[in-house]
């Protein structure tokens, strides 16, 4: 089975080999599917009353179906770093296994 990419952004383009979704319901919908995911990519702001990253990483400790890496790229640097905090708890509890590579790297806004 194919192993695709997903990058959660509302503003930036993603890389060329990635599904780009705009909101974290969108990319939920994409992790429920049975087709597993190779790299998640998430950022934590997605507009104003909308839900955000971190509630995609709550899913997924819920669901306990992980990612080969999971990035958090949100420029939103204290957002950005309780998404990765609390995935490497998770990970640290055995939650995440250890082979999941997380990564913290922001990313500028493109004007």
């Given at each position: 089975?194919?192993?695709?990419?997903?990058f959660l952004d509302d503003m930036r383009p993603g890389p060329p080999d990635?599904?780009?979704?705009?909101?974290?319901?969108?990319?939920?919908?994409?992790?429920?599917?049975?087709?597993?995911?190779?790299?998640?990519?998430?950022?934590?702001?997605?507009?104003?009353?909308?839900?955000?990253?971190?509630?995609?990483?709550?899913?997924?400790?819920?669901?306990?179906?992980?990612?080969?890496?999971?990035?958090?790229?949100?420029?939103?640097?204290?957002?950005?770093?309780?998404?990765?905090?609390?995935?490497?708890?998770?990970?640290?509890?055995?939650?995440?296994?250890?082979?999941?590579?997380?990564?913290?790297?922001?990313?500028?806004?493109?004007?």
């Open positions: 089975m194919d192993r695709r990419n997903i990635h599904i780009v979704v705009k909101t974290a319901e969108e990319c939920i919908l994409l992790l429920q599917e049975e087709e597993p995911v190779s790299h998640l990519s998430l950022d934590h702001d997605l507009g104003s009353h909308q839900k955000n990253g971190y509630e995609v990483v709550l899913f997924l400790l819920q669901l306990k179906r992980f990612p080969e890496r999971i990035t958090i790229h949100s420029a939103n640097a204290t957002a950005g770093k309780k998404m990765y905090r609390h995935l490497l708890t998770a990970k640290t509890e055995g939650i995440i296994p250890e082979d999941v590579k997380i990564v913290y790297r922001p990313l500028p806004f493109l004007v």
